[in-house]
């Protein structure tokens, strides 16, 4: 099946700083991928929807100057938490949409934790 | 927005059991997919099954679109089944909505 993966798996940081995390496709090409969020012991909550060469669309109450999406190529999106602070501290995980149906792969997943 | 329900929320079987998983929607899906999410979180395909229904070993899953609800069957149940099992569903906006998941442990 296809492959996403996501860097780094896990990211402790201080609070004020910015952290990065990529998401690839590896063995196709993704026109659309998304970002989640999953606290501990709850289901998965859609941040946005990240599309090649396009801005990303957002979820109502995210703040899209914090999380910061880019998706630069067919293979990558990034996530960029900015000014993270220990609220932000959470389970983030990507998916990627292979082109011409509806199917979506997930990523490993990224632990952040904001100190 | 759609809406997703998972039932039951926490099974507790003995390995070699067999176990439903049930998902309810309330609307027309144009993408229904099981996942499976290990203790390190990863989340593994399962099914990908707007409608019909498919086997892959010892599971299986049914999904009656018209009557929006799906379903996943566990046999003979592992230890390594052992995790959480989310129902996700796409209504024609492009958008997975997850379930609030079934948590599945298999004793030994």
């Known amino acids: 099946g296809a492959v996403v993966s996501q860097h780094p798996s896990w990211v402790i940081c201080k609070s004020g700083t910015s952290v990065k995390i990529e998401c690839r496709s590896l063995d196709f090409q993704a026109t659309t991928m998304f970002w989640y969020r999953q606290f501990p012991k709850q289901s998965l909550m859609l941040m946005a929807t990240?599309?090649?060469?396009?801005?990303?669309?957002?979820e109502q109450g995210v703040e899209k100057d914090k999380f910061l999406i880019n998706h630069a190529s067919l293979t990558l999106s990034t996530l960029t938490v900015t000014s993270a602070h220990p609220e932000d501290s959470s389970f983030y995980i990507c998916?990627?949409?292979?082109?011409?149906?509806?199917?979506?792969?997930f990523g490993p997943g990224t632990r952040l934790t904001v100190t | 927005g759609i809406q997703v329900e998972q039932s039951p929320p926490d099974l507790i079987l003995q390995e070699g059991a067999n176990s439903t998983l049930r998902c309810n929607f309330s609307d027309s899906v144009n993408n229904l997919q099981w996942f499976h999410q290990n203790p390190w979180g990863q989340l593994i395909n399962l099914f990908y099954i707007p409608s019909g229904t498919k086997q892959n070993g010892r599971l299986s899953a049914t999904t009656v679109a018209t009557e929006r609800y799906s379903l996943l069957y566990i046999s003979s149940s592992q230890t390594t089944d052992s995790g959480v099992y989310f129902c996700a569903v796409e209504g024609g906006n492009e958008k997975l909505t997850f379930g609030t998941g079934t948590r599945l442990t298999i004793i030994p």
């Open positions: 998916s990627a949409r292979v082109a011409g149906t509806y199917e979506q792969y």
């Open positions: 990240s599309n090649e060469g396009s801005k990303a669309t957002y």
